[in-house]
């Protein structure tokens, strides 16, 4: 399987950003504090249950987007459970592979997702973001994943 070619990002922003390291000194400083939904609850739930239906260890593939990567990995990795997580149910909703055992696609919030993750103490095995970075401008900073605060529970 070959991946779909992806438009080409473009960024007015050409080199490291120049207000990062104080944005991530901040975070490290600061828990970072965040209500979760109940709907994000509910979506780490069906993954916690489909991790333990089948003790194994876990593959997350973050911003999936219609899941080709996704099921990739799942190919890849049959022993392991492969979660594709994106926030678009419509991009979800375009997914064109066949569904594997130890493949789960959920619709939620990487972020929710991520310090659910962390409150539960998961321990993953890999963790992907093969995603572009969708705020190209430099005023877009903090909403990076690297520049965000839930950086650190990633």
């Not at 979506?43 to 080709?68: H, M, P, V, W, Y």
């Not at 569904?99 to 962390?118: E, K, M, R, T, V």
Request: aromatic residues 12%; glycine residues 4%.
């Amino acid at each position: 399987m070959g991946f779909t070619k992806s438009p080409q990002v473009a960024s007015s922003q050409t080199a490291v950003h120049k207000n990062l390291e104080k944005v991530v000194a901040r975070y490290l400083q600061n828990e970072f504090q965040n209500s979760i939904p109940k709907h994000a609850h509910d979506a780490f739930n069906i993954a916690q249950k489909f991790i333990q239906e089948r003790n194994s260890k876990i593959i997350l593939d973050s911003g999936c987007g219609t899941a080709e990567s996704t099921h990739y990995l799942a190919r890849q990795h049959p022993d392991y459970v492969v979660i594709g997580l994106d926030k678009s149910s419509e991009r979800l909703g375009r997914c064109a592979y066949e569904s594997s055992p130890n493949l789960l696609l959920l619709h939620a919030d990487c972020i929710q997702f991520w310090q659910l993750a962390q409150l539960h103490h998961w321990r993953l095995q890999q963790h992907y973001l093969f995603y572009p970075n969708p705020w190209p401008k430099p005023g877009h900073l903090q909403r990076r994943w690297h520049a965000h605060p839930v950086f650190p529970s990633m």
